[in-house]
C-alpha cells in the first residue's frame, strides 16, 4: 500500500474510505488494511475518535492550507515516532486548498518519508495537486452511492489518454466528434474532463510507482485539462477550448 494516497470523489464516500484505511494501516490483527478487524486496542481506540497516531489535518485560515498548517500539522509531527502504535496516519481533508506552496513544503516529506507515515488526501477531484505531488502519490478514485462510475465516460477517458499523443493535429481535431454527445449538459463534459485527468494522473502514479519518472507528455497533459476545465466553468467557448486541448494533449500545440 503507498504511503500517499490522493483519494478523490464525493466528499463522504472520501471521507468513510479515509476512516477505514486510517483504522486499518494500524490495525494489529488484519493484514488487509482495508479490512480492519474492528476488534484490537487500535481499532477501538479509532473508533473513541482520539487515536494517538491519527491526525486530521485542518486549514487555521479560511480559504486555504497553508505552509504553517503543513509544518505545525504535519512536518513537525512526523519528526517524532508513533506515540502507541506502528504508524502516524495523517488525513487532510479539503485537501485541494493545498496552497501551491503548502504541496511545495510536502514534497520531501513525501518522497523521503519516514517508515511510519502515511499520508491521505482527501479532494473531490486532483485537479489542483502539482504534477510534483500528483507523481509521488497513488491515486484512487472512491465511487460511493452519490458519485457513481460512468462506465462510458471512463472507456472514452482512457482512450484519449492512450492514443492523443500518437496523434497528428488533423486526428486531433477529428477526435473532437467525441465530445460531442456531452455538449449538452455542462455537468456532463466537465465529467468527462474529470475522467480524463484521473486518466492521465494514474498513468503517473503507476509510472512513480514502478520507479520511473513519468512521462513528460502525461505532466503536460494533467495541466492542459486542468486548465480546460477552468475555462469551461467559467462559460468559455467550449469548442475552442477542447479542441485546444487536444491538440495539447498530442504534444504539438
Known amino acids: 500500500m503507498s504511503h500517499a494516497q490522493i483519494l478523490v470523489g464525493e466528499p463522504d464516500s472520501v471521507r468513510a474510505f479515509a476512516q477505514v484505511l486510517a483504522k486499518g494501516i494500524n490495525c494489529i490483527h488484519s493484514s488487509n488494511r482495508e479490512d480492519p478487524c474492528g476488534q484490537c486496542i487500535s481499532c477501538r481506540v479509532f473508533e473513541t475518535g482520539n487515536h494517538p497516531d491519527t491526525f486530521y489535518v485542518t486549514k487555521t485560515k479560511q480559504n486555504s492550507i497553508g505552509v504553517d498548517d503543513v509544518r505545525d500539522q504535519i512536518i513537525e509531527p512526523m519528526s517524532t515516532k508513533p506515540f502507541g502504535y506502528n504508524y502516524k496516519v495523517f488525513i487532510i481533508d479539503k485537501a485541494e486548498t493545498l496552497t501551491p506552496a503548502a504541496q511545495s513544503a510536502l514534497l520531501k516529506t513525501i518522497e523521503e518519508p519516514a517508515p511510519y507515515g502515511f499520508f491521505l488526501f482527501l479532494a473531490p477531484s486532483a485537479h489542483n495537486f502539482l504534477p510534483t505531488i500528483l507523481s509521488r502519490c497513488y491515486l484512487r478514485k472512491v465511487y460511493g452511492k452519490v458519485n457513481k462510475k460512468n462506465t462510458e465516460l471512463q472507456v472514452l477517458a482512457r482512450e484519449i489518454a492512450d492514443t492523443a499523443h500518437n496523434l497528428d493535429i488533423i486526428d486531433a481535431f477529428a477526435l473532437y466528434r467525441k465530445f460531442e454527445p456531452y455538449k449538452e449538459s455542462k455537468e456532463t463534459l466537465l465529467e468527462l474532463l474529470d475522467s480524463i485527468y ?16 513519468p512521462a513528460e507528455e502525461w505532466l503536460n497533459a494533467v495541466s492542459a485539462v486542468a486548465h480546460t476545465k477552468d475555462v469551461l466553468s467559467k462559460n468559455g467557448n467550449t469548442q475552442l477550448a477542447i479542441e485546444l486541448m487536444l491538440v495539447k494533449l498530442t504534444g504539438k500545440g
Request: aromatic content about 12%; charged content about 20%; hydrophobic content about 25%.
Open 198 to 213: 484521473y486518466a492521465y494522473g494514474e498513468k503517473i502514479s503507476n509510472s512513480s510507482k514502478a520507479g520511473h519518472m
